[in-house]
């Protein structure tokens, strides 16, 4: 019904940077807020950032001042900009977006990513 790809994990040394991509797909009426979030081993998943459809942000402690999340609503695209990489940002990121897709019920659910990998390790 919807899909949910991400691009651009990977590794990097301390102080670099990486730009993730989330691009959906399907049945797609609406897209409502998109966010990243990240789960690093033996944590909890946590939320990064997160932009709703009026473009405000809201941004975890930990990245602001580094992170910068974009859209664009009429591809259905989220981007999330990360520079000054510490090795604590290595985890696995999430894209989420809140979706209201065609149908009989205009049903809105959250949508997640498979997931990709951002190491950052010197």
């Known amino acids: 019904q919807v899909q949910l790809v991400e691009s651009g994990g990977g590794s990097v040394q301390p102080g670099g940077s990486l730009r993730l991509s989330c691009s959906a797909s399907g049945l797609i009426f609406r897209v409502n807020d998109m966010g990243w979030y990240r789960q690093a081993p033996g944590k909890q998943r946590e939320l990064v950032a997160r932009?709703?459809?009026?473009?405000?942000?809201n941004y975890a402690d930990s990245v602001k001042g580094r992170f910068t999340i974009s859209r664009d609503s009429a591809k259905y695209t989220a981007w999330l900009q990360m520079n000054s990489l510490k090795p604590e940002d290595t985890a696995v990121y999430f894209c989420?977006?809140?979706?209201?897709?065609?149908?009989?019920?205009?049903?809105?659910?959250?949508?997640w990513g498979q997931g990709t990998q951002v190491t950052v390790s010197s």
């Open positions: 932009i709703s459809r009026d473009v405000t942000t």
């Open positions: 989420l977006m809140v979706i209201t897709t065609w149908g009989p019920t205009m049903a809105t659910s959250d949508y």
